[in-house]
């Protein structure tokens, strides 16, 4: 079904299922006509690949992947949508829609059920309240994903893409970053939805895959050492770590100094290799 970004059409379709937004749901839909074609070519919806999709909308974003991919997964998890979607959606052969919450899937089975010999991209236009929970969600499960490609508030990519050592960078821009590159792609603003949000957004594009994996020794310990340190970020990594972590304090400096880091240094300052010998050192 076309004309999906059409405001009209879009409410006359609502209207007729009695479908109001949710805020619970953080549900707003794009009605901006240029924007979901440009996620899906440059999310890598295109033959050989199985795009994964998080949440659907009235099936905008839907539509385009369907029109390039090999094969389209999209879970949503509004029941209310579903009648809705059989009807803008439901002409496409290659899609196949789940009623779930994301992050109760088992996303590598999910990945393998659907997509089994097909390259695997996720697109999704993410509601702002849960933007972090489900990429950690698709980072940490080390599923087979070559890309994330995301909008997201404008906000959070731009700490996303946030050189790791700057001070714009933040927990999660060194979470995300030991899985993957990030690219800010390009911006969308609040006109571009119906309803309106507050705030500008943006698309951004994680690349998977990262040297950082492959030097840490313990991950466990590399998180918990991160969120130590921004969690309390104004003071020192000695004062910090010791603190939350338990380090004595006069061994962290030795550690520190072992690794040509200034015991004055804030965790912000170091760089993604700093943060790797860091954790390694210590753990």
Not at 115 to 141: H, K, Q, R, W
Not at 153 to 182: C, H, M, P, S, W
Not at 202 to 211: E, T
Request: negative net charge; hydrophobic residues 45%.
């Amino acid at each position: 079904m076309e004309n999906l970004t059409n405001i009209n059409v879009v409410r006359e379709i609502m209207e007729r299922h009695n479908f109001h937004f949710s805020k619970k749901l953080g549900q707003n839909f794009l009605i901006n006509p240029s924007v979901c074609p440009r996620i899906a070519e440059m999310g890598n919806a295109a033959p050989g690949y199985g795009v994964l999709e998080i949440g659907t909308g009235v099936g905008v974003l839907t539509h385009e992947l369907a029109k390039r991919a090999e094969k389209v997964c999209a879970v949503e998890v509004d029941k209310r949508l579903l009648p809705i979607l059989k009807e803008t959606v439901g002409e496409h052969k290659n899609l196949h829609i789940i009623h779930n919450d994301i992050l109760e899937c088992d996303l590598n089975e999910l990945l393998l059920q659907e997509f089994d010999g097909l390259n695997v991209a996720v697109c999704a236009n993410l509601p702002y309240y849960i933007t972090t929970p489900i990429l950690m969600y698709l980072l940490e499960s080390n599923a087979n994903i070559d890309t994330i490609t995301v909008m997201v508030q404008k906000e959070v990519a731009d700490k996303l893409e946030a050189r790791v050592g700057t001070r714009d960078a933040g927990a999660i821009t060194v979470a995300v970053n030991f899985y993957g590159t990030v690219e800010k792609l390009f911006s969308v603003s609040r006109g571009s939805f119906m309803p309106a949000p507050n705030v500008d957004s943006a698309v951004i594009q994680i690349k998977v895959g990262s040297q950082w994996r492959e030097i840490v020794n313990d991950p466990k310990h590399f998180f918990k050492m991160v969120r130590a340190g921004f969690q309390q970020r104004r003071k020192t990594l000695v004062n910090a770590l010791s603190g939350i972590m338990g380090y004595n304090k006069i061994e962290l400096a030795k550690v520190l100094k072992s690794l040509d880091i200034s015991e004055a240094a804030r965790i912000e300052a170091l760089s993604m290799e700093e943060l790797c010998h860091l954790s390694n050192s210590l753990s």
